[in-house]
Each structure stands twice: as C-alpha cells, then as structure tokens.
C-alpha cells in the first residue's frame, strides 16, 4: 500500500493466518504488529464485524490520508474545475496555495525510509514546478534545502523556490507525533528514528530519463549538454 499510495502517512491493515487475526501498522519509521487473537476464542462475530467497520467506515484521514494532498482516482479525475486540464490529483502548501499533480515522475520502493516521491506539479499561473516529498530525519531535516540555498543562481543548477514542514492538524506532520495519536508509545525505543514530513519545490522540472525513446536520443542529449558547456 505505501508503494502504490506513497503520499498516504501511515497505513493500518489486519490479517487473519490460522484463525489468528493481528493488527497491522506501517508508517515511514517501521512497523508494528499486535498480539494475536483468536477470532473464535478471543473475539465473538460482533468484534471481527468491528474490525471490518474499522477498515470500511472511519474517516479516510484515520487511515492515513494526508488531508493537504488528493490523488484522483477513476470516479474523480476530471471533476476537479479549479485543477489544470488533465491534473490526477492536488497539494497544497502552508498558505493554502494548490498547486494541480501532472504526474508522478519517481517514487522510493523502500518502506522505512524516507518515502520520496517526485511530482511535476503546475500552479494556478501555470508556470510547473518539480515538488519533492520526503520523510526526514531531525538531523537531516534542513540538510537539502541548506545545499540547494548554497548553489542558488548558479546556472544550469536546479533552483529552490518554496519548502516547508507538512502540517497536520496545526502542527509540524512527524511519526512520533503520529504514534502519540495511537497510543502506541514506544519512542523511548532506541530503534525509532522520528521523521519529519518535508516538502521541496523546484524549477525547473525535467523530462524523466525513461522518458526517451532510446538510447541514443538520451546520449545525444548529454552529448548536447557538453557540446553546449565548452562554448
Ligand atoms: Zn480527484
């Protein structure tokens, strides 16, 4: 589920092996499973129905839905009138701005870790932005955008134009501050790494190297690039 729904902030599941049934819950620092119970001896019909309505009925941000990003899916692409024509989904920042998803150009394929994904976004001008979203740890927190401020205005170089802690509810979106909401309590563990929830906005935004068409196409770009700089 974080692999295909990578912007979600955690995500809970349960399964049910030899009548036993465990609770499931992943975010980008790990993951942790509960005690079996036996869904015959430990819980009656009434309580494995409840288990179901947790799954089916609660509100999407319970399960994981970051409330300041939207994916389309078939039911919705299209319905969107503030979006840019052919948008699959919206974020937005701080200060309320939207800025349309064009495309998911790469995702991370790890579970704990920083979860990167890289979407080519437009605002509402029109003008399009490469937007990095990642889970990073408190030392790292700043470590990007330090660097990115560092090489401003060289030329060539990709530019930073906005980044920002993700809010949740008011407040700066970490997996501690996640856990702490589901009682889960386990950060005096020294095995837990606290990530902050980043987002980093760039221009300009590239074609993706998958995107061309051979191989040959692709060396002749770079041959281009050095052709270029030793004028
Ligand atoms: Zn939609």
Not at 32 to 54: C, D
Not at 105 to 133: I, M, P
Not at 163 to 172: L, R, S, T
Request: charge should be negative; glycine fraction near 6%.
């Amino acid at each position: 589920m974080l692999r295909e729904q990578p912007w979600r902030r955690f995500v809970v599941g349960f399964s049910i092996c030899a009548n036993q049934l465990r609770a499931h819950y992943f975010d980008r620092s790990g993951l942790i499973i509960s005690h079996p119970f036996h869904i015959h001896q430990n819980m009656g019909p009434v309580l494995l129905t409840e288990m179901l309505g947790t799954l089916t009925l609660s509100d999407i941000h319970h399960l994981g839905f970051d409330p300041t990003i939207h994916m389309c899916n078939t039911a919705c692409t299209g319905t969107h009138p503030n979006l840019a024509h052919e948008a699959k989904g919206w974020m937005k920042d701080n200060h309320d701005k939207t800025y349309s998803i064009m495309e998911v150009l790469w995702k991370s394929h790890g579970l704990f870790c920083r979860g990167t994904v890289c979407y080519c976004v437009v605002d509402e001008a029109g003008n399009q932005y490469a937007l990095k979203d990642c889970w990073v740890t408190e030392e790292k927190r700043m470590h990007e955008t330090t660097i990115l401020e560092m090489v401003k205005g060289i030329p060539n170089v990709v530019q930073l134009v906005d980044h920002w802690d993700v809010y949740y509810e008011g407040e700066p979106d970490s997996t501690a501050r996640i856990c702490s909401q589901y009682d889960i309590g386990h950060r005096d563990d020294l095995m837990f790494r606290n990530r902050f929830h980043r987002r980093i906005l760039l221009s300009p935004c590239g074609e993706p190297l998958s995107k061309f068409s051979s191989r040959r196409e692709l060396l002749t770009a770079f041959h281009a690039f050095v052709v270029g700089e030793s004028y």
